[in-house]
Each structure stands twice: as C-alpha cells, then as structure tokens.
C-alpha cells in the first residue's frame, strides 16, 4: 500500500533563517506530488505541484520554493523566512494519470519567531 | 476562477443525530470533481467521499452521503447516525482535473455527547 511521510511535524524558525521540509511517498512510482498551507482557521491553498522530476509548477507567488530531486521525494525551501511563512504545510499525492483523490499527508506545523 | 463556498463556520449535532454541511462552487467547466475531506485535531486531511460531475447518483460512503445538484452548483454532505469521532472540521474541495484542488473555508463539526 502507498505511504507519505512528512517531516519534521513541528518546526520553529527565527525570522530570515532557511527552510526545508520534506515529503516522501512510498509504494507507487511517478506519483503526482503537491505542497500547500493552511493558515489558521483557513482552507488549504495550493503552493506547488509536480508532474515528474523537476517538474514544478508554482501557484502562488512567495518567499518558497519547491524541488522534485527525485521521483517520490518533494522538498519546499526558502532562502530566508518571514513571518508571513508561518502556517500549516502539507504534503499530499495523487497517482499519475489523475489529480484526485490526492492523499495528505500528517503535516508540519511551521512557527516563525 | 473557480470558488467554492463553505457559508457554515460551525455547526453541531447530537449524537446519533442527523446533520447536513452545506457547500457551493462556482465553475464554468461541465466536467470536474467534487470531494469531502475531514480535518480531525490530529490536522490529518482524511478523504470521506468524492463525486464526479458526471454522475448523476449522489455518493454514498457508509453513515456519508451528499445531496449534489449540478444544476444549482451545490454540494452538500449528509452524516447519519453522528459519532463522536466525527468531531472534526469538513471541507468540500474541487477539482477540474488541472491538479489545482480549491478548498473551501471549512466547517467545524462540534459532535455533543
């Protein structure tokens, strides 16, 4: 069965340091592979997705980043953090022909200080 | 641009109960894909039950159903015989199959005992 893990689950930053987060997923190949954030009390908004290795596609413009260095991993970056970056990132799949059902994964709560 | 429109910040239900969350979406595509997704305090984005376009027979999910009129663009979800552990908050997402979900705001579903 296909697995995503997300790490770290909680995540401190002062204002101006780097970021990464990471998603891998397990048990399928050429996955699609999507990023997003959730601000407090707000629905989630797409960040990025990916369609295959260094494939990116950006949904919004901002302070992040997004890498695909290999088939079932996704990275999200940033050079240096604002506070406007805190929030609740997930990570989420969906097999390669299709966009849904895209399957979440546990999260990372990111506070920015 | 797409929406999709959650009106209910909150609702509650007796146990056992009944209870409806309500959702619209505005699309100009005759095509697409519709899904509930439960967020419970763990922030795990659980799938509960989807609906293509398409399909004119409502979705069902065990105690989960939804009431979908394409006509009027709503999508709204029915849970049955509440349980405690369906305490979480909703989200009615859209998705036209360009891998761009669009989440509504959500629903907080206070369960009482």
């Known amino acids: 069965s296909q697995t995503i893990h997300q790490w770290p689950a909680t995540l401190v930053q002062p204002v101006g340091s780097p970021l990464s987060l990471e998603c891998t997923v397990e048990?399928?190949?050429?996955?699609?592979l999507y990023w997003y954030r959730q601000a407090a009390g707000r629905g989630l908004q797409l960040l990025f997705y990916?369609?295959?290795?260094?494939?990116i596609s950006s949904e919004v413009p901002q302070n992040l980043s997004a890498s695909r260095p290999q088939d079932r991993q996704f990275i999200l970056s940033s050079k240096k953090l604002l506070l406007s970056d805190s929030g609740f990132y997930l990570c989420?799949?969906?097999?390669?022909?299709?966009?849904?059902?895209?399957?979440f994964g546990d999260g990372t709560r990111l506070s920015i200080l | 641009a797409q929406t999709v429109t959650q009106s209910q910040p909150e609702m509650s239900v007796q146990e056992a109960e009944t209870v409806t969350l309500s959702c619209t979406y505005d699309?100009?595509?005759?095509?697409?894909?519709l899904f509930w997704y439960k967020q419970p305090p763990s922030r795990q984005m659980i799938l509960v039950i989807r609906?293509?376009?398409?399909?004119?027979q409502n979705a069902t999910e065990n105690r989960f159903s939804v009431n979908f009129q394409k006509a009027a663009k709503s999508f709204s979800l029915k849970i049955s015989d509440s349980q405690l552990g369906d305490a979480a908050m909703y989200f009615c997402?859209?998705?036209?199959?360009?891998?761009?979900?669009?989440f509504g705001t959500g629903t907080r579903l206070k369960v009482l005992a």
């Open positions: 989420a799949w969906s097999v390669t022909t299709w966009s849904w059902p895209q399957h």
């Open positions: 048990g399928t190949s050429n996955p699609n």
């Open positions: 990916s369609v295959g290795i260094g494939q």
């Open positions: 699309t100009s595509e005759s095509d697409y894909y």
């Open positions: 609906q293509e376009a398409y399909k004119q």
């Open positions: 997402a859209y998705d036209s199959g360009t891998y761009k979900y669009i």
